[in-house]
Structure formats: C-alpha cells, structure tokens
C-alpha cells in the first residue's frame, strides 16, 4: 500500500476533506502551511464548505447577557445541530462586540450576523469568533436608527442597509437618511453610501430577508401602514400594502416560502394551541388569513410561552420563546402535514435569566477567517 501524504493529493481532494473539518480547526489548520491557508480563505472553498454545513443546520441562541455591578454587556453563541436528540451543545462563543447592551440582532445569513448596540454596528462570525466593526455612523444623539441584513448572491456581497433620523431644528420637522454599507471577501475597508428612498417612510419592525429582498414593518410619511421592501442588488424600495386588520408592528416570518405577519402578542401560544397570521400571495399580492391549530400542545412545551419562528429547510414550523427564567431549554417543531409536533431539548445551556434570540437553520461559514 502506497502511503499518499495530503499535500501529494489532487486540490479537489484536499477541498473536499477541509470541507468537513470543524471551523475551530481550520484556524488551526491555516498555521500549518501557506498552501492550506490560501485553499481555506478562497472563494471556491468558501462555497463548499457552506453547502457541507448546509446539510447539518444549526439552531444558533444569541443571549444578550448583562452584568450590572459593573455594567458588562457581553454577546454569548450558542449553536446546536438541529436534528440531534437531545440537542447538545457545540460550545459558547463569548464575545464582547459593544460596551453597550445589544439594541438588534439580525437573522443569520450564510453564517454571519449582524448586531447593532447603541451607534455601533459589527458583522460577526459566530463560529470563528470573529467580527468587523462597521465604521461609525454620525447621529445626534438620542436619534432613532434602523439597521437590516442582507447578502446580493449575484455580486457575492453582504450589505447593511441604515435608516437614521435627523430634526431640522424644530422637533416637528424630520428627515431621514438611508445610508448602504457593501462587504465583500476581501479585506478592504469600504464605507456608508447615502442612497435615496422615493417612499418616505419609517421602519417599525425588524426585517426579514429571504429571496434577496428585505421586508420590513414601516409608517409612510402619510401614517399609513406598509411592509416596505428592499432590492439588496438593485438597492431599489418597493411598498407593499397591507390590510386594514394588519399592523405593520407585528413580526415578519418566513412561512413555507412566502412572508407573513403574526400579532407578537395575541399570538404567542401559552395556553393557546391555535394562532393566526397574514400570509402574503406572492403571484397575487394579497393578504390571506391563515389558522394553525396544534394538537396536544400544552402536553408538550409545559405552559411556556413559545412564540412562531418560522419554517425552517425541513418545511416544518419552529417555536421557540424569547426569555428564559433558568429552566430547561427546549425548542419545537411542527409538522403541517402528518400533525406531528416535536420537542427538542437543549443540554448545556446556562441555568441563568436571560433574553434569548433563536434562530433556526444557521450553517457555519469561512467568512471574516
């Protein structure tokens, strides 16, 4: 038998074997040789490696935890694979992005995430522990500002999209300005672009992306409510109406493909196993009324308050609450199709109170490495 060394095997061989190697080790892995180091960092394994942890998705807990005495605001990740039972930990990745408390934490995109503290806005690799600091924005102090995440597939570039508010002397007299940030692969410092947004209008919500669009609760400049919309390659807003039972102040979630908006509060399921939401036809532009009852739901989450997160790549319906008290973790799933509802216990979690974040189907990235 003829001992084959990695550096002797094909460069496809070598892709395919770093493609399954945990990202903790692929830091590791960059030391040992230039050759290695140039193979992770380049675009082609870049892709790879993101369709390999496509394949095992994650569910990804941000936990906003702060210690008052002194005041340390600090951003804990914490990832599990999706499909285990129980759901075990991967590790705590502990990171202090701000010396403010978190204001918003975006939804993953292709394994980065973006966090906005007060004036202050990071893209972050969970999994690598690693972030880029956005250069500042400047912004009277007080004033309001609104930040989404999206990623234009054609050019391979994140971008951030910023809303801020300026007074013009009179506090009556507001005017907004809509500033762009691009990150691509390489390292090279970019900086805000004004852009210009015919719709006047102010974001109320966090926003969802999906399809390279992002979607997002506003108020036009009339008061009227809309779900506005924004192009992540063309950079162009769109207004999409809504119905007079919808507020735009409710959550947007993905729901089998298609934006929908549920009522945060009238739709939390506690002693409820039945919630509605507003599900948007994409061919027809309307707004249908949709029901989802569950059967044997209390029996399932304990009388927690769970709340709908989305459908994830399963096409099952995710629920997962928004605060924990220092008791057992736990998620589910919901299956539309055969009723089948699903608890997923999560070990290792921290027995603290804390906010949670909870998103569903993040992969793991070699982006920022």
């Given at each position: 038998?003829?001992?084959?060394?990695?550096?002797?095997?094909?460069?496809?061989?070598?892709?395919?074997?770093?493609?399954?190697?945990?990202?903790?080790?692929?830091?590791?892995?960059?030391?040992?040789?230039?050759?290695?180091?140039?193979?992770?960092?380049?675009?082609?394994?870049?892709?790879?490696?993101?369709?390999?942890?496509?394949?095992?998705?994650?569910?990804?807990?941000?936990?906003?935890?702060?210690?008052?005495?002194?005041?340390?605001?600090?951003?804990?990740?914490?990832?599990?694979?999706?499909?285990?039972?129980?759901?075990?930990?991967?590790?705590?990745?502990?990171?202090?992005?701000?010396?403010?408390?978190?204001?918003?934490?975006?939804?993953?995109?292709?394994?980065?995430?973006?966090?906005?503290?007060?004036?202050?806005?990071?893209?972050?690799?969970?999994?690598?522990?690693?972030?880029?600091?956005?250069?500042?924005?400047?912004?009277?102090?007080?004033?309001p500002m609104r930040t989404f995440f999206g990623y234009d597939e054609?050019?391979?570039?994140?971008?951030?999209?910023?809303?801020?508010?300026?007074?013009?002397?009179?506090?009556?007299?507001?005017?907004?300005?809509?500033?762009?940030?691009?990150?691509?692969?390489?390292?090279?410092?970019?900086?805000?672009?004004?852009?210009?947004?015919?719709?006047?209008?102010?974001?109320?919500?966090?926003?969802?992306?999906?399809?390279?669009?992002?979607?997002?609760?506003?108020?036009?400049?009339?008061?009227?409510?809309?779900?506005?919309?924004?192009?992540?390659?063309?950079?162009?807003?769109?207004?999409?109406?809504?119905?007079?039972?919808?507020?735009?102040?409710?959550?947007?979630?993905?729901?089998?493909?298609?934006?929908?908006?549920?009522?945060?509060?009238?739709?939390?399921?506690?002693?409820?196993?039945?919630?509605?939401?507003?599900?948007?036809?994409?061919?027809?532009?309307?707004?249908?009324?949709?029901?989802?009852?569950?059967?044997?739901?209390?029996?399932?989450?304990?009388?927690?308050?769970?709340?709908?997160?989305?459908?994830?790549?399963?096409?099952?319906?995710?629920?997962?609450?928004?605060?924990?008290?220092?008791?057992?973790?736990?998620?589910?799933?919901?299956?539309?199709?055969?009723?089948?509802?699903?608890?997923?216990d999560i070990e290792g979690m921290v027995d603290q109170d804390d906010?949670?974040?909870?998103?569903?189907?993040?992969?793991?990235?070699?982006?920022?490495?």
């Open positions: 038998m003829v001992n084959t060394s990695f550096e002797t095997l094909p460069r496809h061989m070598q892709m395919e074997i770093l493609s399954r190697v945990p990202l903790k080790f692929l830091m590791k892995f960059m030391c040992v040789s230039k050759k290695w180091a140039s193979i992770i960092r380049g675009e082609e394994f870049r892709e790879d490696y993101l369709f390999q942890s496509m394949k095992r998705p994650r569910v990804l807990f941000v936990i906003d935890h702060r210690e008052y005495l002194p005041i340390k605001p600090e951003a804990f990740f914490h990832s599990v694979y999706q499909e285990d039972q129980p759901l075990l930990l991967s590790g705590k990745q502990r990171m202090r992005t701000f010396e403010t408390p978190l204001v918003q934490v975006f939804q993953p995109i292709r394994g980065l995430i973006c966090q906005q503290g007060y004036g202050k806005i990071v893209i972050c690799n969970p999994g690598l522990k690693k972030f880029r600091s956005l250069p500042q924005i400047k912004v009277h102090k007080g004033a054609d050019k391979d570039v994140f971008k951030v999209l910023c809303i801020t508010w300026l007074r013009n002397g009179k506090r009556s007299e507001v005017s907004k300005e809509y500033l762009v940030y691009t990150m691509g692969s390489d390292e090279e410092s970019s900086s805000w672009r004004l852009i210009t947004c015919e719709h006047d209008h102010a974001p109320v919500t966090e926003g969802l992306f999906k399809g390279g669009v992002l979607y997002y609760g506003a108020k036009s400049n009339n008061g009227k409510s809309v779900v506005m919309s924004f192009n992540v390659n063309s950079e162009d807003f769109s207004v999409i109406e809504l119905e007079v039972e919808i507020s735009p102040y409710w959550r947007l979630v993905n729901y089998k493909g298609d934006i929908a908006l549920m009522n945060n509060i009238e739709d939390s399921l506690y002693h409820s196993r039945e919630f509605e939401m507003w599900v948007r036809n994409e061919v027809t532009g309307n707004w249908d009324r949709t029901s989802i009852k569950i059967s044997h739901w209390n029996g399932t989450v304990d009388g927690k308050t769970f709340y709908f997160k989305g459908t994830i790549g399963t096409k099952e319906l995710a629920f997962a609450p928004d605060y924990w008290f220092g008791e057992q973790h736990f998620v589910s799933y919901y299956d539309t199709e055969t009723k089948n509802l699903r608890r997923f906010f949670v974040r909870t998103f569903f189907d993040h992969v793991d990235s070699t982006w920022l490495i």
